[in-house]
């Protein structure tokens, strides 16, 4: 199974020049790599220029957020056929940092069955916030699931990805950088929920992901120990000389 890695750009770099430089970088490694599906997700006002450099299927571009109606009056937002219409094939969501901004459990549920009816795969995001001791934020990651998933049926799990990404552990902020321990335990309890919504054989068809942190140096580790399918990564996927490194990682790492 090839390795599902995903950049987001979130609102990087600043110019449209700049974008298409850094995803002509990646896509050159990219484009050469047997075992590995990479998605860059750039702000939508590139998605159009930086799809029309995709050739191929190894390097391709996704959305990092989508609406849940398809045409309406809704000011500033971008639906999901519109991104189907791109020929976009993923979009983010519920990521940690649009739940911030205020996005409720039942939205992003929402956004979820909205992209699936698009087309689209829908990386869904879901990570606690802090880790307590007696094991709540489990439940809370659960919870998450539950909730985002309402409504999917089994023949909708092969366009659905979930995406672990411990809000402590990203950004410039983070209380320490996650363990591959910490990731091994929630991907399988990741799966044990999903075995229990949608049967074990179902349930482990959907791929997960690790997200927090991802660099050049780590990625190897989170891949081969933590028993992900791929990774989201973030800051590092604007550097194509490092996020090239990571690529790099996951074609040698064998499942």
């Not at 050739?55 to 999901?80: K, M």
């Not at 068809?205 to 050049?216: E, N």
Request: glycine fraction near 10%.
């Amino acid at each position: 199974m090839k390795k599902l890695i995903i950049g987001n750009w979130k609102m990087y770099p600043a110019s449209v020049k700049d974008a298409k430089a850094k995803f002509a970088g990646i896509k050159k490694v990219a484009s050469g790599l047997r075992n590995v599906q990479t998605v860059i997700c750039p702000p939508f006002v590139y998605t159009s220029e930086l799809k029309k450099l995709v050739t191929g299927h190894r390097c391709v571009v996704g959305a990092q957020n989508a609406w849940i109606e398809n045409e309406g009056a809704y000011t500033g937002e971008v639906s999901p056929t519109m991104l189907a219409s791109l020929g976009l094939g993923y979009v983010i969501i519920g990521h940690s940092e649009r739940r911030a901004m205020g996005e409720t459990d039942e939205l992003v549920n929402k956004k979820v069955l909205a992209g699936v009816k698009a087309g689209l795969t829908a990386v869904l995001c879901v990570g606690e916030r802090e880790r307590d001791p007696d094991g709540e934020y489990v439940k809370h990651i659960a919870g998450q699931l539950k909730m985002a998933l309402h409504g999917i049926q089994k023949k909708d799990l092969a366009q659905v990805v979930i995406a672990y990404e411990p809000i402590w552990a990203i950004g410039k902020n983070a209380l320490r950088a996650a363990s591959t321990d910490d990731a091994l335990e929630v991907s399988i309890f990741i799966k044990k929920t999903l075995a229990d919504l949608y049967g074990g054989k179902d349930g482990a068809s959907v791929l997960i992901l690790y997200g927090g942190s991802v660099d050049a140096k780590n990625a190897w580790e989170f891949l081969l120990k933590s028993q992900v399918d791929g990774l989201l990564v973030g800051r590092a996927s604007l550097d194509p000389k490092v996020f090239g490194e990571i690529l790099m990682s996951a074609e040698k790492t064998k499942v």
